[in-house]
């Protein structure tokens, strides 16, 4: 019995390895074809046209999923069955679009009829195929080949590397042009408002801090008693200290700073808390996301945070202790 697992564990690992070779081999074979297709989405978009992906069987699935990968970075597109699209469905379809078709072999029926219907309505073709001397790998405007040494199938007959390198050719097209476009984060978040992503993508700083009574702030120029009896009003574990002219941030002053200055200096409620408070303190301007603050919190190991204005002047607190409600990680 425990040989038998080990065998079938074996056969499940190379399996494995053999679509991660091909993944391998198709990464190492992109070339200008690549670049001009990235470039012929990027004119598609711009033109406020859209993808159209195209496949059947297994390629069905993997042009519907990239269906939802481009339209979720913002990039519109549909998928067109290549059956249907011979009674009707091409209608779907308009002069302008691209149209990225799939097909291992390159030559299946469905997709090489479609061929020339969609260029003779306008659109501009990219073959996704495992072979580039195939009818579709030749007659299509642009041919994106994967390699693929074999099947990860030992019968050679079920696509299973193929399919794995189409869907990465397929990702790989989307996410270059994500970032050709510039798009950003929050361009993501607001295609993705629903559910514990967009709540997460959407907080901003400004609608977690500590604002107003709750958020104590003084001039630079008072005592170390004053900034602590304001820091105790507002229940907090710092203070913002401000050029009392500009109203600019001068400065922080914090639990550990009251601590440590209680130890060392004589009469240091009298002392003016600019001797004591931090000078250059961390802070995030009020446009940034929750959850980069949270990063900005664990790369600096500190308890609170400054938010400021685009002109440096303290809008509001970020307690690390209220985060965790925020379930931003």
């Known amino acids: 019995m425990e040989t038998e697992q080990s065998s079938l564990l074996a056969r499940g690992r190379e399996c494995i390895e053999i679509e991660a ?13 690549f670049l001009a297709a990235v470039d012929l989405l990027l004119r598609t978009h711009a033109a406020g046209r859209k993808i159209i992906l195209t496949g059947l069987g297994k390629n069905a699935h993997i042009a519907q999923k990239l ?25 779907m379809c308009a ?20 061929l020339p219907l969609l260029k003779r309505n306008g659109l501009t073709t990219i073959a996704v195929t495992g072979k580039a001397d195939s009818t579709l790998g030749t007659g299509a405007d642009l041919a994106l080949v994967y390699r693929v040494p074999r099947e990860a199938c030992p019968l050679q007959l079920a696509p299973t590397a193929s399919t794995t390198a189409a869907l990465a ?20 978040a607001n295609l993705h408002p ?13 609608d977690v801090m500590r604002t107003g009574d709750r958020f104590p702030v003084a001039p630079a120029t008072c005592t170390t008693h004053e900034a602590i009896v304001e820091m105790t009003r507002a229940k ?40 004591f408070m931090t000078r250059t303190p961390v802070t995030v301007r009020d446009d940034t996301l929750a959850v980069d603050a949270l990063k900005v919190f664990e ?31």
């Open 169 to 188: 050719l397929g990702d790989a097209l989307a996410m270059v042009l994500l970032e050709r476009r510039g798009f950003t984060r929050e361009d993501y």
């Open 236 to 275: 907090a574990g710092c203070i913002a200290l401000v050029d009392p002219d500009t109203g600019k941030l001068a400065g922080i002053f914090t639990d550990g700073d009251f601590r440590r200055s209680a130890l060392k200096t004589p009469d240091f409620l009298q002392t003016p808390v600019s001797a």
């Open 299 to 329: 790369q600096h190991d500190i308890d609170d945070l400054l938010v400021v204005d685009a002109d440096n002047r303290p809008v509001g607190l970020v307690d690390a202790q209220e985060l965790p409600r925020l379930h931003l990680v």
């Open 194 to 206: 629903a559910g514990n992503l967009g709540r997460i993508l959407l907080v901003k700083v400004t």
């Open 67 to 91: 269906v939802g990968t481009f339209n979720s970075t913002g990039a519109p597109a549909c998928f067109l069955d290549p059956v249907n699209a011979l009674h009707g469905d091409l209608g």
């Open 95 to 114: 002069a302008g679009d691209a149209a990225v078709m799939f097909s291992n072999s390159g030559e299946t029926e469905e997709i090489i009829r479609l």
């Open 21 to 33: 070779a091909a993944l391998h081999a198709t990464a190492a074979a992109l070339d200008e074809s």
